[in-house]
């Protein structure tokens, strides 16, 4: 090899070498649906550089995400939680669970047997965990993170559908909130109060993560028009097996003035907030 | 006469025996039983050798994505175990396919050529018998962990006679050790002949076999340079010869910008491989020594997965298009007759 070629190799060498060292806080509050394909994954940086990580789709897309804004070789996410076991929700967690170093774990154990989520429950077992429910709040950043479903007592029952006992919780920072519903379905969307979510967003609720896909199972007319969101995203893998999005929930929250995003025509969607 | 039919007596005898072989086990009623997509020995993983092995592999599999992020751990795992963990991630998966790089991600002649060139550094003289038998060995290790895949049994045979040929002080032209080997794969394993790999490796190898040097060369004098990467520009040109029809004929996809991206980022297998060779022993001994032999390692694993991902976007970089038997027999005959016109003026120029 020549002395020119030697010298071209060490320099593209080391401009790979940096990717992801700059990951530390810009000041903003990041909100990123990763487009994962058929699943959800959703990325929160808080403006000091702090990571919430909830779900992580059915392959592992997500892991390659995260390598882009968090150096591999010191890979640390401060909360991950998973919304619900489901595989779409679960597989990247589990791969992300075996190179990175976790804060805290948020996730309910129910009597669902996969071997997707016996990994996960293996896997979380090395770091701290925590069951979160209807009512619990925590901070991180001065990002305020609002559980707002399952009841405690909801899930003592058996539960005959996963996405029922779907996190929904609301990330509001300062006047900036996110409502992010997992795979909730119509039951568990009847079953909330929008009153108090008004109450918490000021009557003015800026992003919708559209539960579950965007699947007709999802679609609760009086719940989205009551919360009127301003901007709706949807998590959704391009020329999916289920035809997700229902057309039906994206003309409705079109037509109640919400601003649809679509992960398998925008890719990832990133929302940034001072 | 008697000259050259005592030289190729041997080698028509083992093309009768092949094409025996081939018609009782693969013609007829029995045609089905050829088809069929069989596991070698060394995939049963109920049984030894297979536990052993599976357990191997999936010890290094843990390990690379314990050190790297996906798809470097996937693509590391690939290169050097032949392992395919694609199917996790997808979106890098097409990416492959649509530049024509997918290749790299399984173990080919190449890891076989680059385990037995280490293990000779480490012997010494390549003409010695006994330094013979421990590459083999090695090199055969090495084929079965990574599943003794038709393209890893192509490159140990070859190898292998090769070296035996050259250690009896004979010479023997690659065109004569690759037919040799296909025979001997075919006589044992007639299936082989409908398999895929088998079919692809072939004929890639023949493509550098018979085009390799000269389209390097051409290259070099056309660019005025003896930069790297025109090395791999003119093996890539030259494997895509043979590679390309069976390709579109198989998948219905050709790559088109294949040759530009397979020169840019072919130069880092090699690095990567011997480097995510040594991190895969090290790894289960320290993990500091394999935390920091992943930190020089992923640079090259992310430069292919950048350039990869980056020329799999644009909308021309693969087309669809699909070639039916009776093109691909003519173009193979077109191109058997291109290497007889280029011999005979070779031989012509030589002569004068």
Known sequence: MKRSDVILVVLVYLLFSFRGVASAGDGYLNLEILDVGQGDSILITTPNGKRVLVDGG?????????????????????????????????????????????????????????RDFRLFKELSS??????????????????????????????????????????????????????????????VL???????????????????????????????????????????VISVGKDNKFSHPYPGLVEYLNEIG????RTDESGDVLIRVR | MFKILKYYLPLLLIIIVACLRVYFNCMGSVKDACLEKRESIFSDE???????????????????????????????????????????????????????????????????????????????????????????LFTFSYSVMTGFEPPVIRAWIMGGVV????????????????????????????????????????????????????????????FKTEAFFIEDLGTTISAQVFVLPIVSYYFGRVSIISFLVNPLVLWTVPIATVIGTFFMFVAGLSSVVAKIMSIVMYPFLNIFTVVVNYFSRFSFSSINFVLGIVPVII?????ILLIFFINKKRRKSEEK
């Open chain 1, 190 to 232: 009847g079953r909330l109060s929008f009153n108090k979510i008004n109450e918490l967003t000021d009557s003015s609720l800026d992003v919708l993560k559209v539960p579950h896909h965007g699947s007709k199972y999802s679609l609760h007319k009086y719940f989205y028009s009551g919360i009127d969101p301003k901007m709706c």
């Open chain 2, 46 to 136: 109920s049984k030894f050798p297979g536990k052993q092995i599976s357990k191997f592999r999936e010890r290094s599999i843990n390990i690379s994505r314990k050190y790297l992020p996906s798809p470097h751990s996937e693509l590391l795992i690939g290169m050097v175990i032949g392992a395919d963990e694609l199917e996790k991630i997808p979106a890098f998966k097409e990416a492959l396919k649509t530049t024509g790089t997918i290749h790299v991600v399984v173990v080919s002649g190449f890891n076989v050529s680059l385990v037995a060139s280490l293990i000779m550094s480490v012997l010494g003289s390549k003409y010695k018998m006994r330094n013979l038998l421990i590459s083999q």
């Open chain 1, 126 to 187: 090395n770091f701290n965990i925590k069951n979160m429910y209807a009512g619990d709040i925590f901070e991180i950043d001065e990002v305020n993170f609002i559980f707002l479903w399952p009841d405690k007592k909801f899930l003592q029952n058996r539960i005959p559908d996963l996405n029922d006992m779907s996190f929904v919780f609301l990330v509001d920072y300062g006047k900036f909130e996110a409502l992010l519903t997992g795979d909730a379905t119509e039951k």
């Open chain 1, 258 to 261: 919400c601003n649809v995003l």
């Open chain 2, 331 to 335: 173009y193979y005959f077109l191109v």
């Open chain 2, 163 to 222: 070296s035996l040929v050259k250690y009896y002080g004979r010479d023997i032209n690659g065109f004569t050790a690759l037919l040799f080997t296909a025979l001997v794969m075919i006589i044992i394993w007639p299936y082989f002949l409908l398999s895929v790999s088998f079919q692809l490796s072939f004929l890639a190898t023949l493509g550098l076999i018979v085009f390799g040097n000269g389209i390097v060369e051409g290259l070099r004098k056309l």
């Open chain 1, 58 to 114: 059915d392959n592992y897309e997500s892991d390659y995400e995260i390598s882009k804004r968090i150096p591999f070789y010191s890979c640390y996410i401060d909360i991950l939680i998973l919304t619900h076991p489901h595989y779409d929700h679960i597989v990247g967690l589990n791969r992300i669970m075996q190179r990175c170093k976790i804060g805290t774990i948020m996730f309910n154990d129910v009597s669902f047997d996969s």
